[in-house]
Each structure stands twice: as structure tokens, then as C-alpha cells.
């Protein structure tokens, strides 16, 4: 994998989603971790090899990979 790229997860928007940037570019909003993989497939990384708790390829805002839904929902 290019661990050269840097992946950005911000916070949960009001709609539950978040935005998902690979180095400047918006890759759209993953509503939970399997379309974050599906961005990240796409951008032409290897979603087999990604562990989303790797503070080398993922900076999140907001909360970690566990982190899903609009602010406040139980």
C-alpha cells in the first residue's frame, strides 16, 4: 500500500455521514466503515490491507473508526 497518502475522516455531519478526503481530494461520504472502504478501493488503495486504525494512514476528526452516525444518536 502508499502509505505516502494520507486519509481524512472528518466529523459526523448532522445527517450521520462523514467526509472523506485522500491527500486534497474529496472522495465523498461514508455513512459507516464499508463505504469508506469502498472510497478507498476506488482511490486505489487496497482495502484488504487497511487497518482503520492506523494512525499513519488515517487522521480522524471527530472520533475514531467507530465513530458512525449524526451527532447525539444513541
Do not use: K, N, Q, Y
Not at 448532522?14 to 464499508?34: C, N, Q, T, Y
Not at 487496497?46 to 499513519?56: A, I, K
Amino acid at each position: 500500500m502508499d502509505t505516502s497518502r494520507r486519509v481524512t475522516v472528518e466529523p459526523p455531519t448532522s445527517s450521520g455521514g462523514r467526509r472523506v478526503r485522500v491527500d486534497s481530494e474529496i472522495l465523498g461520504l461514508a455513512h459507516g466503515p464499508a463505504d469508506l472502504l469502498e472510497f478507498l478501493r476506488r482511490a486505489g488503495l487496497d482495502p484488504d490491507s487497511v487497518r482503520l486504525d492506523d494512525p499513519e494512514l488515517f487522521s480522524w476528526h471527530g472520533g475514531g473508526p467507530d465513530v458512525w452516525g449524526a451527532p447525539g444518536d444513541a
